[in-house]
């Protein structure tokens, strides 16, 4: 299916790369994206994966070294006019004025559109009420908590009915239940306006939130899918060992079970075929050889260190950060 299609994803994007300048790895190497209609597609990858330098792409506040991206049928890199009217964009950092009240900054949100007049008050007064901030408006946002300052900021960028909403690191710095109540505004979204969301996060709860999810490492895509199909795609459940020495206890596993256990740092990772029978005998056979012990389902980051052999959280080297900035 070509990105021309009647069915074609809404976002679509190929090969991009990106790189910085004075680095010597590039920030994209050859990404590959896409968004259905409808849909929520989380870009998740840690610090210096590359997710920061695409979000910038994607909202045409950048230009990629190369490649092609097309919005609703539109070429980005050709009209990027047109696609912005296309776009509502959450910035990781708070773009709202905090003298001014809820009211008064959608208000001035909208003369940035060409909106005015009393189309513009009624425009603010429904998505007010939509969004549960009515009883705010007339507060200063300074008042504000985090979480109803974040659901301000996704309010000012629905003013001009965008079909598409680019939000990068939409919870950063906030409390779990602030947290919470940005994924059940965002899913509102996605279910009642049909709206479609890309959502940058380095936080793997927050992915299986998404319908479908890029991971990003150093650049590239190591994967993409749907959560569950992702995590389920692993197998086995996942027994994990912290043991002082792993290399001495690795030999003895691979000896003793004919299987070559994955180590990092202090842990060893194991997905045997008979969860019960193996730990069993690892307990056994080895309980004082280990200080601890856990089993669990494959999890998003289980896939993670499959794809790339090391944890989501590692040192990024110094020139690989530019995405971080």
Same mark, same amino acid.
């Given at each position: 299916?070509?990105?021309?299609?009647? =069915?074609?994803?809404?976002?679509f994007a190929k090969e991009?790369?990106?790189?910085?300048?004075?680095?010597?790895?590039?920030?994209?190497?050859?990404?590959?994206?896409?968004?259905?209609?409808?849909?929520?597609?989380?870009?998740?990858?840690? =610090?210096?994966?590359?997710?920061?330098?695409?979000? +910038?792409?994607?909202?045409?506040?950048?230009?990629?070294?190369?490649?092609?991206?097309?919005?609703a049928g539109i070429d980005?890199?050709?009209?990027?006019? !047109?696609?912005?009217?296309?776009?509502?964009?959450?910035?990781?950092?708070?773009?709202?004025?905090? !003298?001014?009240?809820?009211?008064?900054?959608?208000?001035?949100?909208?003369?940035?559109?060409?909106?005015?007049?009393?189309?513009?008050?009624?425009?603010?007064?429904?998505?007010?009420?939509?969004?549960?901030?009515?009883?705010?408006? /007339?507060? !200063?946002?300074?008042?504000?908590?985090?979480? *109803? +300052?974040?659901?301000?900021?996704?309010?000012?960028?629905?003013?001009?009915?965008?079909?598409?909403?680019?939000?990068?690191?939409? &919870?950063?710095?906030? $409390? %779990?239940?602030?947290?919470?109540?940005?994924?059940?505004?965002?899913?509102?979204?996605?279910?009642?306006?049909?709206?479609?969301?890309?959502? &940058?996060?380095?936080?793997?709860?927050?992915?299986?939130?998404?319908?479908?999810?890029?991971? *990003?490492? /150093?650049?590239?895509?190591?994967?993409?899918?749907?959560?569950?199909?992702?995590?389920?795609?692993?197998?086995?459940?996942?027994?994990?060992?912290?043991?002082?020495?792993?290399?001495?206890?690795?030999? +003895?596993?691979? /000896?003793?079970?004919?299987?070559? %256990?994955?180590?990092?740092?202090? $842990?060893?990772?194991?997905? %045997?075929? @008979?969860?019960?029978?193996?730990?069993?005998?690892?307990?056994? @056979?080895?309980?004082? @050889?280990? $200080?601890?012990?856990?089993?669990?389902? %494959?999890?998003?980051?289980?896939?993670?260190?499959?794809?790339?052999?090391?944890?989501?959280?590692?040192?990024?080297?110094?020139?690989?950060?530019?995405?971080?900035?």
């Amino acid at each position: 299916m070509g990105p021309h299609s009647v =069915n074609a994803p809404i976002i679509f994007a190929k090969e991009l790369t990106y790189s910085y300048p004075n680095q010597k790895t590039k920030a994209l190497d050859g990404i590959s994206l896409s968004a259905n209609r409808g849909n929520i597609l989380g870009l998740l990858g840690p =610090n210096g994966g590359g997710k920061s330098t695409a979000f +910038k792409i994607l909202s045409t506040l950048m230009t990629p070294s190369s490649g092609s991206i097309e919005i609703a049928g539109i070429d980005l890199l050709k009209h990027p006019e !047109k696609v912005r009217a296309l776009l509502g964009v959450v910035f990781q950092f708070p773009a709202l004025d905090k !003298k001014l009240t809820v009211l008064e900054n959608l208000i001035h949100q909208g003369h940035l559109y060409g909106m005015k007049g009393p189309s513009l008050l009624e425009k603010a007064e429904s998505l007010l009420r939509r969004l549960d901030l009515w009883e705010r408006r /007339q507060d !200063k946002t300074e008042t504000l908590s985090g979480g *109803l +300052k974040r659901r301000l900021e996704i309010t000012k960028c629905l003013l001009h009915s965008p079909k598409i909403l680019i939000l990068d690191e939409p &919870t950063t710095g906030l $409390d %779990p239940l602030a947290r919470r109540e940005v994924w059940n505004l965002l899913h509102w979204l996605r279910e009642k306006e049909n709206i479609t969301i890309l959502v &940058t996060t380095h936080l793997l709860e927050e992915a299986d939130d998404c319908d479908e999810i890029a991971i *990003l490492n /150093q650049g590239r895509v190591v994967c993409a899918g749907k959560p569950l199909e992702l995590r389920e795609g692993l197998g086995n459940d996942v027994v994990t060992i912290r043991v002082s020495r792993p290399t001495q206890l690795i030999e +003895k596993i691979t /000896q003793r079970f004919n299987l070559i %256990p994955n180590q990092l740092g202090n $842990d060893i990772r194991m997905q %045997p075929k @008979d969860t019960v029978s193996f730990v069993g005998a690892l307990l056994s @056979d080895f309980s004082k @050889d280990f $200080d601890s012990l856990t089993v669990g389902k %494959p999890t998003l980051e289980d896939l993670f260190i499959t794809k790339t052999g090391h944890r989501f959280w590692k040192e990024i080297p110094s020139d690989a950060k530019g995405d971080a900035l």
